[in-house]
Every structure is written in C-alpha cells, then in structure tokens.
C-alpha cells in the first residue's frame, strides 16, 4: 500500500479524487471571504459518502476532522 499525504489546493486533488480514500479537513474560527476550494471547480466525479473516523479541536478552536471513504 502506498500512501500520499498532500496539502494544498484543489487542483491536483481534484484529479486524484478516485484515488482517496482519507481525507483530514482542518475547519479553522476564521472567515476570510475567498480561499482555496476543497476540488477543482473542473474536477468531475460522482457523490461519495464519507465516514467520520476521528476528530479533534485544539485551543484555537480549530478542529481537525478525518473522513473515510464508506465502502460499498
């Protein structure tokens, strides 16, 4: 099993989206009004559904929320 960890935007994750099988979003106390999307607005793919695996809020308030993906 090989494993990539990528942190970034959503352009190249977006393209390897059929490869995930984790996903660990940092949801942070702050709005700025623009950002980085999640995917690509290009990317194409079917709805998956996703399980919550683990989860934690630090001091600042941000929570850090790991999701894999449910299989069939």
Same mark, same amino acid.
């Given at each position: 099993?090989?494993?990539?960890?990528?942190? %970034?935007? +959503?352009?190249?994750?977006?393209?390897?989206?059929? *490869?995930?099988?984790?996903? &660990?979003?940092?949801? /942070?106390?702050?709005?700025? %009004?623009? +950002?980085?999307?999640?995917?690509?607005?290009?990317? *194409?793919?079917?709805?998956? &559904?996703?399980?919550? /695996?683990?989860?934690?809020?630090?001091?600042?308030?941000?929570?850090?929320?790991?999701?894999?993906?449910?299989?069939?």
């Amino acid at each position: 099993m090989r494993r990539l960890v990528y942190f %970034g935007g +959503g352009t190249l994750v977006g393209a390897l989206y059929g *490869e995930i099988d984790r996903l &660990v979003l940092k949801v /942070a106390p702050l709005t700025i %009004g623009a +950002g980085i999307p999640l995917f690509s607005r290009n990317a *194409e793919f079917e709805p998956e &559904v996703w399980t919550l /695996a683990e989860h934690s809020i630090v001091p600042s308030g941000a929570m850090f929320l790991t999701y894999d993906c449910k299989e069939d």
